[in-house]
């Protein structure tokens, strides 16, 4: 493969990161993003979810720092938070230990992480932006000849990266390969509503954030509570269900709030002076797809970010999920050889437990495997090795096996509840 010229369509998370990996290995970068508002610190209308919560995981901050390393002091005015000492976390059992831990991270809004990424990537000569939305793409002998976007500008590159997120047309774009055929599908019905808040006007003690697991089909409602830039707050209320329901305003927020089991979510609202009214947003299913097995996909085409893997959002794992995919792009790069085959295949494997995590987080049927992480987390609320345990593996920072526990076992095996 040549290396004069990298597409990337798409110019949130996943699509800057690329855009930055690619600079290092191709003599240009272009860069196609339809949304105006690229760069903004405010949330984009692109970007239906970026006005609800967004976390980048401990393994997601060290990978940023990693590919853009002047980029740590952009947010050394953000809230540092202990996701055990500072969080007052909870399900239906109750609550889960507080003790200082090593996963630390800073908290900030989305608009806030991509409009920064965007600023350094847009430092870089050997990138340019584009405004413009892809129309078609032309596959000749299983390669991308060209791409053609609505202004009928057309685009020809070595490789060609899509980065536009989970609903992008990829099956209309390509409509001779059988791209629903090799994609991982999971129904989730997953409803966000968020308002932001002034940190002064809630009701914090000796915590800094606050966080209701909620467990289908038991729990369908559940709430986040997290601090942000600027003295700010987000709160978000998590409900499965089959669509958005309810009036569009605070009044119909707040009531939901109420509607949160636990001790914390609305006492904590309850007197919030609010920044303005609720966001909406409905996720109905998660997907991954497996790029790898589909006969002819082109040589010189890399899915990445939502596109590729689309996963609940419940447990925050999308933005550090996309930052991994644009690490593994440099490792893969770096090498002689590269195939758009092999970079699918070993990102469908990194990506394996994470869609695993995510979709047990959805599950409304008690399948074994749920059975035990429900056993395991109840056995957290008691030992904080244990719960230490699933916070580095929920921040990438452990193996799945760290969550091998033998009391969970046999009480799930006996069909038990710890």
Known sequence: MKRDHALVIGAGIAGLAAAQV??????????????????????????????????????????????????????????????????AWENRDGLFPRYPSLIRTEAMSRPR??????????????????????????????????VRCKNNRLFTADLVVIAGGAFFPL?????????????????????????????????????????????????TRGAVIAPIENGRYIATLIEYSSSLKGKA????????????PGKHCFSLLKDGQALGEPAYF??????????????????NLVVV????????????????????????????????????????????????VPYLLSKLGSETHPSFTKRYLENYLHRCQESSKLHLRFLKTLHFEGSVFDLLDFTSFIKTLLGRHS
């Open 282 to 299: 409905h996720k109905s299913h998660m997907h991954l797809r497996r790029l790898h097995k589909v006969v002819g996909f082109p040589v």
């Open 113 to 146: 992480l991509e409009s920064h990424m965007h600023f350094h990537v847009s430092q870089k000569s050997r990138i340019v932006f584009h405004k413009a939305e892809v129309e078609e793409i032309f596959v000749e002998q299983n390669t991308v000849e060209s």
């Open 22 to 87: 690619l600079s290092e290995h191709f003599k240009k970068v272009t860069v196609l993003e339809k949304d105006p508002s690229i760069g903004s610190n405010n949330a984009r209308s692109g970007v239906p979810q970026g006005r609800h919560l967004h976390v980048l995981l401990k393994r997601g901050h060290k990978i940023l720092r990693q590919l853009f390393p002047k980029i740590e002091k952009d947010f050394e005015d953000c809230p540092y938070i202990d996701w055990s000492h500072d969080t």
């Open 305 to 352: 970010g939502d596109a590729f893997c689309s996963l609940n959002p419940v447990f925050g794992q999308g933005m550090t999920v996309a930052l991994e995919q644009a690490l593994l792009l440099k490792r893969m790069l770096s090498q002689k050889y590269f195939t758009s085959r092999k970079y699918h295949s070993d990102a469908e494997a990194l990506l394996r």
């Open 171 to 219: 099956k209309r774009l390509l409509p001779t390969l059988s791209i629903d055929g090799s994609t991982k599908k999971t129904s989730i019905n997953i409803t966000y509503r968020s308002v932001q808040f002034t940190k002064a006007s809630l009701k914090f003690q000796d915590f800094k954030q606050y966080y209701y697991q909620l467990s289908p089909p038991t729990d």
């Open 249 to 260: 305003d605070f009044e119909d927020f707040m009531k939901r709030a109420l509607l949160v």
